[in-house]
């Protein structure tokens, strides 16, 4: 399940108010508008653009809204809740057989477990439903990384924009030595490349890529634990067996929530009694 993820705009908000705070303790309100120069953001954001359309296609382009807002979402995943599932669709399996879960696993509502179940319901053995399972696992490993890749270039070219923004005002620096007044906004350019593209790199595209593979990882890692769970009902396995296997990857700190959660549960019931 995808949630609002707001720790990703309160963190490039906190990196840009750090440096505003900088410049004013440093140089005060009125000196902000030294820090727009508008040549140099013309050079990081048309270059980098230019880049980005050149390395990938119009195909590849579509998704990067996408891929935006996704970086304003995390996965929110239950996994107690999971080795719960699994366990009551074993205990119903030995019960009644795999054919009684095909109405369960609909009314679970999650694709990736339906389509693990209905292959076992339909017969397929341990190697086959697992090499299926894990098939769309790395497709879709594939697919996230494709999509990542469009802002991990970004977060590389950037800082080369950044560089080649300088070398423009360098090269204007120099050949108008002998104008003073144009030392200074030469200088600006030369400096203020630098620091856009280093800034959009390290506060925004870098991080963003780094949270969506974070992202992946974590779904990655509940799907294998939801095909050991499809396997350990295909092949029968006692519930209890299910759940000690699938609750070696429930962390620590959330088995010890569940158990405090359970005894005070217990509590209460033996205070009403």
């Known amino acids: 399940m995808k949630k609002l993820d707001l720790l990703t705009p309160v963190g490039i908000f906190i990196g840009m108010t750090m440096i505003f705070l900088a410049v004013f303790a440093n140089a005060g309100a009125g000196n902000f508008h030294f820090f727009m120069q508008w040549t140099s953001i013309v050079i990081v954001l048309g270059g980098l653009s230019a880049a980005i359309f050149v390395?990938?296609?119009s195909k590849d382009l579509k998704l990067l809204p996408t891929v935006f807002k996704e970086t304003f979402h995390s996965n929110q995943y239950d996994l107690h809740e999971l080795v719960e599932i699994f366990k009551n669709l074993s205990t119903k399996a030995r019960r009644e057989g795999l054919l009684s879960l095909e109405r369960d696993v609909e009314e679970i509502g999650d694709p990736f477990i339906e389509?693990?179940?209905l292959l076992a319901i339909d017969g397929h053995e341990e190697k086959t439903i697992k090499e299926i399972m894990m098939a769309e696992v790395i497709a879709m490993e594939d697919r996230h990384q494709k999509s990542r890749s469009i802002i991990e270039k970004a977060g590389e070219y950037a800082?080369?924009?950044?560089?080649?923004?300088?070398?423009v005002?360098?090269?204007?620096?120099?050949?108008s030595l002998n104008d003073p007044a144009t030392l200074g906004p030469n200088?600006?350019?030369?400096?203020?490349?630098?620091?856009?593209?280093t800034l959009l790199a390290n506060l925004v595209f870098i991080p963003m890529s780094n949270k969506l593979a974070g992202n992946t990882e974590e779904e990655v890692f509940v799907k294998q634990i939801i095909i050991e769970g499809v396997i350990g009902v295909q092949s029968g396995q006692n519930p209890k067996i299910i759940e000690e296997k699938l609750g070696a990857f429930v962390p620590a700190r959330k088995k010890k929530n569940d158990a405090e959660e359970t005894a005070e549960e217990r509590e209460a019931v033996y205070d009403q009694a």
Do not use: C
């Open 115 to 117: 389509k693990g179940v």
């Open 159 to 167: 800082p080369a924009w950044g560089m080649i923004g300088t070398l």
């Open 187 to 197: 200088m600006a350019i030369a400096l203020l490349t630098t620091l856009y593209g």
């Open 55 to 57: 390395n990938f296609t």
């Open 169 to 175: 005002g360098l090269v204007l620096m120099l050949q």
